[in-house]
Structure formats: structure tokens, C-alpha cells
């Protein structure tokens, strides 16, 4: 089946610190590759995405790049502030029978700190 | 505020009792999603409409879990005699068929069962 491993939290950074959230997947097919955040108190929200391989998706000053080779998508951010402090979830979707029913993996808490 | 409304945001029952959640989705999207958070977890996917049409359940959706959407626009889930392993974060999202995997997520409605 399809799955997806993210490494567990929490991981507490100072900031201006650089982040790495290691993501890697399992899939029968060709995902679509995604990362959602969740700040305190608010839905899910996209925060980038990666459709094919070698693709790299950014946002905010995060990127991740879609390594078909390793089957992973890694989020990294080269300098984190407080206002990051959230919960990251990596995702795929296969798209495949229509719809967007996107695996999750368990979320990586993320504490930024003065 | 035209995000994805969900209500009720917290839940409190006693085992056995019937629970409806209603999601509103944002007005344009045609696609509507049911998803399940425990703690510790990811979303786990439930259910998705498109239009009023109901095209697909997946295995965690037991037969005490109804959703419904009558006019393609707002969506209820309805759980009937709750069970403790029934306490967690249900997620509502909505996308456009076009969508490779954005979805908007609601808040969530957390349902507690004792």
C-alpha cells in the first residue's frame, strides 16, 4: 500500500536555524508529493507541492525537491523563526480513480525558540 | 471569512449517543472531503463527494458512519452509537475537481466519547 515516514518531533530549533524534516514514501505508482502545515489553533494549510521527479517545490522560504531515487521529499528551510513553530505533515496523493485522497504521514511538531 | 466551516469545533458525548458534524465548504469548490485525525496521527481519509454524488468510502468508514450531501454544498457526518474508539479530530476539505492535491481544510470538529 501506500505510505508515508516522517521523522518524529519534536524537533526545537533557535532561530535562524537551519531545518531539515526528513519525508520518505512508499507508493505503487507515480505521486504527486505535498507538505502541509498546521499552526496552532488553524486547519491544515498547503505549503508546497512537487508533481513529478526532480521537481522542487517552495514556499515561504521552505523548499523540498521530489527525489524519485531515494523516494523522498525532505523539507528544509536554511533559516526558521519563531512564527514556524507548527506541525508538518508530508503527503502524497496518486491520483489515480479521481479524487485527491491524500496519505499522510504522523506530522513533525516543530518549536522554534528565541 | 469564505474558508472551509466546520461546526461543532468540540464534541462531548456519552457512548452510544448519535453525533452529526456539518461542514461547509468554500462556496466555488465542488469536491468536499471527510478526514480523520487521531492523536499522535495524520488525517486519515474517510470519504469524498463531488457535486452531491458520494463516489468513495474507504474501509475505516464502518457502517455507523453516515455523510451526506444533499445539495452539493454543505455535507453532514453522522456517527450513530459511539464507541470510545470513535474520539478524534474530524477534519472537513474541499478542493476544485481540477485540484492535484490542494485541499482546504477546515478547523476540525474534535468529538470526545465517554
Known amino acids: 500500500g501506500n505510505s508515508v515516514t516522517q521523522m518524529e518531533g519534536p524537533v526545537t530549533l533557535s532561530e535562524e536555524a537551519f531545518l531539515t524534516i526528513n519525508c520518505t514514501y512508499t507508493?505503487?505508482?507515480?505521486?504527486?508529493l505535498f507538505w502541509y502545515v498546521q499552526y496552532p489553533g488553524e486547519g491544515l494549510q498547503l505549503l508546497l507541492k512537487?508533481?513529478?521527479?526532480?521537481d522542487k517545490g517552495s514556499n515561504k522560504g521552505f523548499e523540498a525537491t521530489y527525489r524519485k531515487e531515494t523516494t523522498s521529499f525532505h523539507l528544509e528551510k536554511g533559516s526558521v523563526q519563531v512564527s514556524d513553530s507548527a506541525v508538518y505533515f508530508c503527503?502524497?496523493?496518486?491520483?489515480?480513480?479521481?479524487?485527491?485522497?491524500?496519505?499522510f504521514g504522523t506530522g513533525t511538531q516543530l518549536k522554534v525558540e528565541l | 471569512d469564505t474558508g472551509v466551516s466546520q461546526d461543532p469545533r468540540h464534541k462531548i458525548t456519552k457512548r452510544g449517543q448519535n453525533v452529526t458534524f456539518r461542514c461547509d465548504p468554500i462556496?466555488?469548490?465542488?469536491?468536499l472531503y471527510w478526514y480523520r485525525q487521531t492523536l499522535g496521527q495524520g488525517p486519515e481519509f474517510l470519504t469524498y463527494?463531488?457535486?452531491?454524488?458520494?463516489?468513495?468510502k474507504s474501509r475505516l468508514l464502518s457502517d455507523r458512519f453516515s455523510a451526506e450531501r444533499p445539495k452539493g454544498s454543505f455535507s453532514t457526518l453522522e456517527i450513530q452509537r459511539t464507541e470510545q474508539g470513535d474520539s478524534a479530530m474530524y477534519l472537513c476539505?474541499?478542493?476544485?475537481?481540477?485540484?492535484?492535491?490542494?485541499?482546504?481544510f477546515g478547523e476540525g470538529s474534535r468529538l470526545t466519547v465517554l
Open positions: 476539505a474541499s478542493s476544485l475537481a481540477t485540484s492535484t492535491g490542494e485541499l482546504f
Open positions: 507508493a505503487t505508482g507515480y505521486p504527486s
Open positions: 512537487a508533481t513529478k521527479a526532480d
Open positions: 503527503a502524497l496523493n496518486l491520483l489515480t480513480g479521481g479524487g485527491n485522497k491524500l496519505t
Open positions: 462556496s466555488e469548490h465542488n469536491r
Open positions: 463527494f463531488q457535486n452531491e454524488a458520494q463516489l468513495e
